[in-house]
Nanobody, 114 residues
């Protein structure tokens, strides 16, 4: 059974940092490109960042470029999203997505507030 489990969310002040993790089980991570999405209340889910299966290509939403970094450790079956210089508008539920399997994680809440 394929599972994606996110963790690392929480409450952080503006300007702070968080690192999200997505642990994958039930399939071999290196076979799939991976993405992070987010959904804020009352808004549609949006793509935040993506990374190729080999980890040699990444892409980011304009709103997070220069602040967020996606990475992966295929040996640990884990994908990461390092989020720096967080803003209130980054508040959302963040989801991990396995592109080759069309599979979502359950999401982790990130709240940026003073």
């Amino acid at each position: 059974q394929v599972q994606l489990v996110e963790s690392g969310g929480g409450l952080v002040q503006p300007g702070g940092s968080l690192r999200l993790s997505c642990v994958v089980s039930g399939f071999t991570l290196r076979w799939s490109a991976m993405r992070w999405y987010r959904q804020a209340p009352g808004k549609e889910r949006e793509l935040v960042a993506g990374i190729s299966s080999a980890g040699d290509s990444t892409n980011y939403a304009d709103s997070v470029k220069g602040r967020f970094t996606i990475s992966r450790d295929n040996a640990k079956n884990t994908v990461y999203l390092q989020m720096n210089s967080l803003k209130s508008e980054d508040t959302a539920v963040y989801y991990c997505y396995a592109a080759s399997l069309f599979t979502w994680g359950q999401g982790t809440q990130v709240t940026v507030s003073s």
